[in-house]
């Protein structure tokens, strides 16, 4: 894997942070540690790059996965502007972690 974060903003900006490309485990993998796992390599490199917070989106009505990012340390700051696919409209909660 190349880069599994992007870091966003300039140092010390309190919008500064790394976001994960992408965040999915195929659903006969899911429930054995994977994503907990994947979170965790996320934030190590977000840190090996200099970053001290690590943001994501959740669509809002995954409630499994905000049940996992909420028990890894992320809190939900805010709802994200809706982001559309073709004909499908998206409604995400931006999540986010001090790291
Ligand atoms: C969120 C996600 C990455 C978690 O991966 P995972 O490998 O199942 O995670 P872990 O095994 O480390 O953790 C399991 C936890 O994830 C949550 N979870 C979400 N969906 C789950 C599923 N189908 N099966 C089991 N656990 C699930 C549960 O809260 C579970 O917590 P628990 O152990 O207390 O029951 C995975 O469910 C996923 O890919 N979801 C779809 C995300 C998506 O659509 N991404 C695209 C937009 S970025």
């Known amino acids: 894997m190349d880069s599994v974060v992007t870091r966003k903003g300039k140092p010390g900006d309190a919008e500064d942070f790394s976001r994960p ?3 999915a485990v ?3 993998f899911r429930g054995r540690g994977l994503g907990t796992n994947l979170l965790g390599v996320i934030e ?3 840190k090996r790059i200099g970053s001290r917070r690590v943001a994501l989106d959740v669509e809002i009505s995954d409630e499994g996965a905000i ?3 909420k028990r890894l340390g992320y809190d939900i700051k805010r709802k994200a502007p809706i982001f559309k696919i073709k ?3 998206f409604e995400l909660f931006n999540m986010s972690k001090n790291i």
């Open 21 to 23: 490309a992408f965040i």
């Open 26 to 28: 195929y659903p006969e």
């Open 44 to 46: 190590k490199e977000a």
């Open 67 to 69: 049940k996992l990012y």
């Open 87 to 89: 004909d499908k409209n």
